[in-house]
C-alpha cells in the first residue's frame, strides 16, 4: 500500500499538479520501505508522468501547429528549441521547472528515446541523490 501511495506521489508531482514527490519519497524512506522498492515506485511514477506530459505535448503541437508555424515568434522559439532542447531537458529534473519542460519536449517534438532517457536517468539520479541525503 505504501508503494501505490509512494508512486501515485510521484507521478501526480511530474504533472500539472503542486505537489512533492521528494516528500513522500523521503518519508517512505524513514518508514523502513526497502530503498530498492522506493526507488523503484518513486522512478516509475515519475517517468510515466514525464512521458504522459510528453504525448500531451505532442498532441498539443498537433492542435496548434497552424498558429505556431504562420507566426514569426512561434517560428523562432521552434527553431532555438530544435537547436537547445536537448541541452534543456538537463534541468528536466528540477522540481517546478522541470514539469512543464517535459510538455514542451513533447511539442519540440524532441526524439522520444532521448528523451526518456535524458529525463528519465534525471528523475532517478534525483532520488538517488535524495536518499543520500536522509
Avoid: C
Avoid at 49 to 64: H, P, R, S, V
Avoid at 68 to 86: A, D, P, Q
Avoid at 100 to 120: C, E, N, Y
Wanted: charged share 10%; proline share 3%.
Amino acid at each position: 500500500m505504501q508503494e501505490l501511495a509512494l508512486f501515485f506521489s510521484a507521478f501526480l508531482a511530474a504533472t500539472i499538479f503542486p505537489l512533492s514527490s521528494e516528500v513522500t519519497f523521503i518519508a517512505a524512506l524513514a518508514n523502513d520501505m526497502p530503498f530498492l522498492n522506493a526507488m523503484f515506485f518513486a522512478s516509475a511514477g515519475n517517468i510515466l508522468a514525464i512521458i504522459a506530459n510528453y504525448w500531451f505535448g505532442y498532441w498539443l503541437y498537433e492542435k496548434t501547429r497552424t498558429k505556431l508555424v504562420s507566426s514569426k515568434v512561434g517560428t523562432k522559439s521552434l527553431e532555438y528549441g530544435h537547436r537547445y532542447g536537448y541541452f534543456i531537458l538537463l534541468f528536466s529534473w528540477l522540481p517546478v521547472l522541470g514539469d512543464p519542460l517535459t510538455l514542451v519536449a513533447g511539442v519540440l517534438r524532441l526524439r522520444f528515446v532521448w528523451f526518456v532517457l535524458i529525463a528519465g536517468s534525471l528523475r532517478v539520479a534525483r532520488y538517488y541523490f535524495l536518499s543520500q541525503l536522509v
